[in-house]
């Protein structure tokens, strides 16, 4: 009978998704679309599974999670000004093109998700959000969703620093 690749003495019951090694389950390492919440996506490479050996964990999928939990800190950093506040925002570089979530569980989410693409793409503020909470009824259960937009862009904020401390003695 086969054993685990990982500990050579467990049976092996799972896959895994990247050397294709057959291991056993206290040797994997499993990830799934709750590890990437708030990614628009789970990174390609983790797609076509989610089981991994330690080995890869370490070399490939540790990475990813890594870069995620990274742009996710930035996402919370991003400056948001959504579309009531155009006033505020109307001197903006409106430059790039609207991003968009879809079918989010709520508000916060919603935002922490277009947040999370504006930080992917390298920007620390997004203006003109817009979010909209759609009702769906299932049979006589309703629920609601909700999707987003905004549009990314630059904001200086050694600018935005000054002018707060204009009033600043010093
Ligand atoms: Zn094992
Ligand atoms: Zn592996």
Same mark, same amino acid.
């Given at each position: /009978? =086969?054993?685990?690749?990982v500990c050579t003495t467990k049976k092996?019951?799972?896959?895994?998704? @990247?050397?294709? =090694?057959? @291991?056993?389950? =206290?040797?994997? &390492?499993?990830? &799934?679309?709750?590890?990437? !919440?708030?990614?628009p996506q789970i990174?390609?490479? +983790? #797609?076509a599974s989610s089981t991994y050996c330690l080995n890869c964990y370490t070399t490939d999928v540790r990475p990813e999670i890594e870069k995620y939990e990274n742009?996710?800190?930035?996402?919370?950093?991003?400056?948001?000004? &959504? @579309?009531? #506040?155009?006033?505020?925002? !109307? +001197?903006f570089k409106r430059l790039e093109p609207v991003i968009e979530v879809k079918a989010c569980v709520d508000v916060p989410e919603a935002t922490i998700?277009?947040?999370?693409?504006?930080? =992917?793409?390298?920007?620390?503020? /997004? @203006?003109? /959000?817009?979010?909209k909470t759609i009702k769906i009824r299932d049979g006589s259960y309703q629920t609601s969703e909700v999707n987003g937009s905004a549009i990314p862009t630059h904001l200086d904020e050694?600018?935005? /620093? !000054?002018? !707060?401390s204009f009033s600043d003695p010093n």
């Open positions: /009978m =086969s054993k685990c690749a092996p019951t799972l896959e895994c998704g @990247i050397c294709h =090694s057959a @291991i056993c389950k =206290s040797c994997t &390492d499993f990830v &799934d679309e709750s590890t990437f !919440r708030y990614a990174p390609n490479k +983790l #797609q742009l996710l800190a930035e996402a919370k950093e991003i400056r948001v000004y &959504d @579309i009531t #506040q155009t006033k505020e925002t !109307r +001197l998700k277009l947040a999370f693409i504006t930080a =992917s793409l390298g920007f620390n503020c /997004m @203006i003109d /959000m817009k979010l050694t600018k935005v /620093m !000054r002018d !707060r």
